[in-house]
């Protein structure tokens, strides 16, 4: 009774934790594949080995209540979080049973069964939520010295594992093969497909016919039966107790059980030979056809999804799944693994039935057809049944190349072609109009407006009014993509090129950059019920005009691109925006508010689309359709969409902890993670598998203790952070997916960073003592340096001082060196020049101020040039040097002689007395001439003549003056004869001062000695 109540205890152990996960795992808003769409219309994406599968066949598909999607191939086992494949191999694992995968099962548990060409083998999670690792165990089926080959599995209601083999059926409890009441039955079988039902019934595909096992009771179906025949590769329940079985077979087709009872479906399969089925959550039967591709059963009418409509390859296998998003998962043998899931856009092309992919306009009439206009491919009428017809040159149309569209009120669709041809169908007959004055540009834009006129924008040759089937120009230039009108009547017309006019009771006024515009190529226009006009401008962004004002949006406020090339309001109050990075949805109202920070919704190839390239210039470009759905041209197909029925993908990702390193160490384990020592490198990889627009999903993480809040790490998967210090951490990572639906829990890991050996409270003790030893020695040893130190300074600044005394007596030295050098003649030793011309200013200045006399004396040799000639230069620097050194003699000590010029001297005299003036005069001549100056081993005598004058109290001259006057009694004296003094009178600066003529008496004018006037005459 006991062992009973135990055994019911932990069956509703299990039922309750089954019931849980399924609803964990299958959100009530979860959204599957419309299946009234084409196959073709949904978003297709494939991964093979060239993405990191270990090999191209895909023989079996699980997902995992961690989120995880696993793939059986023949080369291992590849676990997928939507970005990154991981693969485990016999080798690697330790516990894979082989590397050749043919059946998976995923646990309620959170764990996997896999099935191999050797066996069976369970993985099992880590003991932590929030770790992706776990352990691979392999289970023994049987005594035998080779395992069987395990082909099918399926985990009933009670939790009992049914492994099917091709050596009959195993079944597992708690890991642990058990008996079966029908265990002797289907012992000798090859089983093919497995597929178990809440209410506790299994059914069994095997070789030998199709089994039902339900409470005790094993129930076969074979050819005798009914069934088309006796090989039942595949079976598809549905999830009621009780609901329909439907059985594919090999050479047989498909076969259904309804309340017990078989039938064959009357639905007519080009092929017999199926390898799998799946049933999905809205109840469409898809069908893996052997070498023939996909096939979806659905309100009893087949689809076909072949490699003609996109599929990589004809070769399926019986891997099938429905992942807990809704995506469809379709494994191939040669090609991998197909994804189909659903999006917002549905995409009508040539896979549809269109004639080209190319769209430019697209509109919709009142009979519900769209109307898709492509380039050189003709115009496509598509009914809402989804039949396309063709519409082109055999129906009377005039070109394949649409440029505009517009239906009018008499219910007449009107076409515009390049070459100025305007084509209207009405009733199913075509007239076309030709426009002369427009024969070599297209017409691109069509409008009727509220008063029945219908307006024609012509690429190069203006506006229209079309009338009577006749073409009435109001403009004959600009380059029209769109025309609108506003509620108070006005027209307005966007230019590429020339900015948007507006035609108001019969006045033009023109908007461009200079009025505010961002750009001039006007490429769409759309005018709202309250007066605005939007336009959307290549390289521009989004404009909008009210009144006279206008306000811009760019990319810098938000916007996805520089070019907005179609505009179209929803029912839900949206702007939707097409350009050439995708189409943008943006709230009328935020704009309206003035917010200059736009947060756009951006829908592109994610998104359902086949390119996210609208394509614009053409009108309409974008429709708003009877129904509220929203229709754009694209460059590989018309897409709609549904702004009312917008589902985003309501399941929160599970987020993983996968790998935590640890200065370069993988660290093993999981929950709380203790690390040693070390450097503080910390290196954490995580994920959050997702597999709609998984390069979407986003990441917030942090390390608590570090980080003082959530780090945003976009779409990275992995965390860093170095030099941690030893402490308690704990890191957190939480996920949204790409709607922005974040995780309800965050996945964790706490961490203890263990301190060093020398960062222990024993080691700082000893630090303690070790710098109070160190700290004294290092005193002790300081004080005696210090003295030390002061001796050897004060030695050194007596050393240095008395340096510094002799280096500034050298300065001084030299700086007097410097100064005679610069004030002295460096032949004679006297002032030269400008010093002696500085003194005759400063002694003129204090003569002026103490009223004396200043005598002033300019000196010539005589015949010196007839000297320099004879005896050389050298020795006319020697009569010039001798000649200083006796006027220096001859003068008094206060008295300053200077060499004036070449053999020039200037002589002045302080404290001047006119009547003692002559006789120093003479003393001074005669200090030249009264001794012969030695040449060359010869006396040559040599005179001088001087120009004498000087300044008296009271008069007015310049020192310019005193030596005008000087050098004018100076010539006097040389024409009298020379060697004498003459003398001026210096009463002022007049040159023609009175000039007196004094002579020098020689000592001996006999003497027999050469002279200087022997010599050829010069001054």
Not at 72 to 94: I, W
Not at 831 to 847: P, S, T
């Amino acid at each position: 009774m006991r062992q009973v109540f135990e055994r019911t205890a932990l069956l509703l152990l299990r039922v309750y934790v089954m019931v849980a996960a399924a609803i964990v795992a299958s959100p009530p808003e979860t959204y599957a594949l419309d299946p009234t769409k084409a196959v073709t219309q949904y978003v297709q994406s494939t991964w093979n080995s060239e993405h990191g599968l270990p090999q191209n066949s895909v023989h079996a598909l699980a997902q995992t209540q961690n989120g995880f999607l696993w793939l059986g191939t023949e080369e291992g086992l590849a676990r997928f979080d939507g970005v990154t494949f991981e693969v485990f191999t016999s080798h690697g694992s330790n516990g894979l049973a082989s590397d050749y995968v043919q059946a998976l099962a995923a646990d309620p548990d959170g764990s996997l069964w896999i099935g191999t060409d050797s066996g069976l083998t369970h993985w099992v999670p880590g003991r932590g939520a929030s770790s992706a690792e776990g352990t691979f165990q392999r289970i023994r089926l049987s005594q035998a010295p080779a395992e069987d080959s395990v082909t099918a599995l399926a985990i009933d209601s009670s939790g009992m594992l049914w492994a099917g083999t091709t050596q009959g059926m195993r079944f597992l409890r708690e890991g642990q093969v058990v008996q079966s009441p029908y265990s002797s039955r289907l012992a000798e079988v090859s089983v093919r497909a497995l597929a178990a039902q809440p209410d506790g019934t299994l059914w069994i595909g095997t070789n030998k016919g199709l089994f039902r096992g339900s409470k005790e009771h094993l129930e076969q179906w074979t050819k005798h039966d009914g069934l088309p025949s006796d090989v039942v590769t595949a079976v598809a329940a549905t999830p009621a107790a009780g609901g329909d079985v439907w059985v594919g077979m090999s050479g047989g087709g498909l076969a259904l059980i309804h309340d017990g009872r078989l039938s064959i479906p009357a639905v007519s399969l080009s092929w017999k030979e199926i390898d799998g089925l799946l049933l999905d959550r809205d109840g469409a039967l898809w069908i893996a056809f052997d070498r023939h591709g996909f096939g979806r059963l659905f309100d009893g009418r087949l689809s076909l999804y072949d490699s003609s409509s996109g599929l990589p390859s004809n070769r399926c296998t019986r891997a099938l799944l429905e992942d807990r998003e809704g995506n469809l998962w379709l494994g191939l043998l040669d090609a991998g693994v197909v994804e189909l899931r659903d999006a917002n856009f549905t995409v009508f092309g040539k896979p549809e039935g269109l004639a080209g992919n190319y769209i430019g306009n697209v509109l919709q009439t009142h009979d519900g057809s769209v109307w898709i206009g492509s380039d050189s491919n003709g115009l496509n009428q598509l009914l809402p049944n989804g039949q396309v017809n063709i519409w082109g040159h055999k129906q009377g149309l005039p070109d394949s190349a649409v440029y505009s569209l517009l239906e009018t009120r008499d219910r007449s669709l009107l076409i515009g072609y390049r070459s100025g041809a305007l084509a209207r169908l009405r009733n199913g007959q075509v007239t076309v109009y030709h426009d002369p004055g427009a024969a070599d540009a297209s017409l691109n834009s069509l409008f009727q407006d509220r008063d029945g006129n219908v307006w024609a924008g012509f690429y190069g040759k203006g506006v229209a009014r079309f009338e009577n089937g006749r073409f009435d120009h109001l403009r004959l230039t600009g380059r029209i993509p769109g025309i609108a009108q506003t509620p108070d009547g006005a027209l307005w017309f966007a230019e590429d090129g020339g900015g948007v006019e507006r035609w108001f009771r019969g006045q033009w006024t023109r908007f461009t950059v200079a009025n505010g515009l961002p750009s001039d190529h006007v490429m769409c226009i759309y005018a709202d019920n309250a007066g605005d006009v939007w336009l959307g401008t290549a390289s521009g962004g989004l404009s909008r005009i009210r009144g006279d004002r206008i306000v811009n949006w760019t990319v810098d406020q938000g916007l996805p691109g520089t070019t907005i090339g179609s505009i179209v309001e929803d029912d839900e109050g949206y702007l939707w925006l097409g350009g050439d990075s995708g189409i943008a949805r943006q709230s009328k109202a935020e704009l309206n508010e003035g917010l200059q920070r736009l947060n756009p919704a951006l829908f592109t190839v994610v998104n359902g689309l086949r390119s996210r390239e609208t394509v614009y210039g053409g009108m309409p470009s974008s429709w708003k359709g009877l129904d509220g759905k929203l229709w754009f041209a694209t460059v590989l197909g018309a897409a709609s969409v549904e702004p009312g029925k917008l589902h985003p993908n309501p399941v929160s990702p599970s987020v993983l902890i996968e790998s935590v390193t640890f200065d370069g160490r993988r660290i093993e384990g999981t929950g709380k993670l203790t690390l040693g020592a070390g450097s503080g490198n910390l290196h954490v990889i995580y994920t959050a598998p997702s597999f709609v627009a998984p390069a979407r999903v986003q990441f917030l993480y942090r390390l608590k203790g570090f980080d003082k809040d959530w780090v945003a790490a976009g779409s990275r998967r992995e965390a860093w952070y170095t030099n941690l210090p030893p402490g308690k951490y704990s890191f957190e990572v939480r996920a949204s997916n790409s709607d922005g639906v974040w995780s309800t829990k965050d996945a964790s890991l706490e961490l203890e960073l263990q301190p060093p050996l020398t960062q222990t409270p024993l080691a700082f003790v000893c630090y303690l003592l070790t710098v109070s030893g160190v700290v004294w020695l290092i005193v002790l040893l300081r004080t005696r340096r210090l003295i030390r130190n002061r001796e050897e300074l004060n030695r050194i600044v007596a050393e240095r001082t008395a340096q510094l005394e002799a280096e500034k007596a050298a300065l001084e030295e030299a700086r007097r060196e410097l100064h005679t050098q610069a004030t002295h003649d460096s032949l004679t030793g006297l002032f030269n020049r400008g010093a002696i011309l500085e003194h005759l200013d400063r002694e003129l200045a204090r003569a002026t101020r103490e009223k004396s006399a200043l005598g002033v004396i300019l000196a010539d040799l005589d015949h010196f040039k007839r000297l320099n000639d004879t005896y050389g230069h050298l020795a006319g620097d020697e009569v010039i040097r001798e000649t200083g050194r006796r006027l220096r003699q001859a003068t008094r000590t206060y008295d300053l002689v200077g060499r004036y010029g070449g053999e020039e001297f200037l002589i002045l005299l302080p404290l001047w007395d006119p009547e003692l003036a002559p006789g120093r005069v003479d003393l001074l001549l005669e200090s030249i001439r009264s001794t012969p100056f030695a040449l060359d081993a010869r006396e040559v005598q040599v005179t001088c003549s001087f120009g004498v004058t000087s300044f008296q109290p009271g008069t007015p001259i310049t020192a310019k003056g005193l030596l005008s006057s000087a050098d004018r009694a100076l010539y006097v004296a040389k024409n009298a004869g020379r060697d004498r003094a003459s003398f001026a009178d210096a009463t002022s600066d007049d040159p023609n001062g009175s000039i007196e003529i004094g002579f020098g008496v020689p000592s001996d004018s006999s003497r027999p000695l050469h002279s200087a006037a022997d010599l050829p005459v010069s001054r």
